[in-house]
Nanobody, 127 residues
Framework: QVQLVESGGGLVQIGGSLRLSCAAS????????MGWFRQAPGKEREFVGA????????VYPDSVKGRFTISRDNAKNTGYLQMNSLKPEDTAVYYC????????????????????WGQGTQVTVSS
């Protein structure tokens, strides 16, 4: 099993930045692709991006492309979500997730395709 713990959430002004971290333990982190999702109140969980086992490939939806960057440090068993130019609509609980299947096809966009999840961290963007 893999245990995931997110950190770095908080309150930020419109246009500001935050970096979320996802610390992994339990298994070799480099054997898992990592995804980031978010969920706002009353809405479905939304795909925010994903990164391959080695970190050589990242994918993003149009809603965050150019503003969010996912990275990972397998030596530190940690993944990151750098969020810039934040907007009020980015307000949500953010989750990291891991799966053994690398980024193939488009299945990485579906939350049901991930095996392990963190507890989530709240990000609030306000004026």
């Amino acid at each position: 099993q893999v245990q995931l713990v997110e950190s770095g959430g908080g309150l930020v002004q419109i246009g500001g930045s935050l970096r979320l971290s996802c610390a992994a333990s339990g298994r070799t982190f480099g054997n898992y692709a990592m995804g980031w999702f978010r969920q706002a109140p009353g809405k479905e969980r939304e795909f925010v991006g994903a990164i391959s086992w080695s970190g050589g490939r990242t994918v993003y939806p149009d809603s965050v492309k150019g503003r969010f960057t996912i990275s990972r440090d397998n030596a530190k068993n940690t993944g990151y979500l750098q969020m810039n130019s934040l907007k009020p609509e980015d307000t949500a609980v953010y989750y990291c997730a891991a799966r053994t299947t690398n980024l193939s096809g488009t299945t990485y966009r579906a939350s049901g395709q991930y095996d392990y999840w963190g507890q989530g961290t709240q990000v609030t963007v306000s004026s």
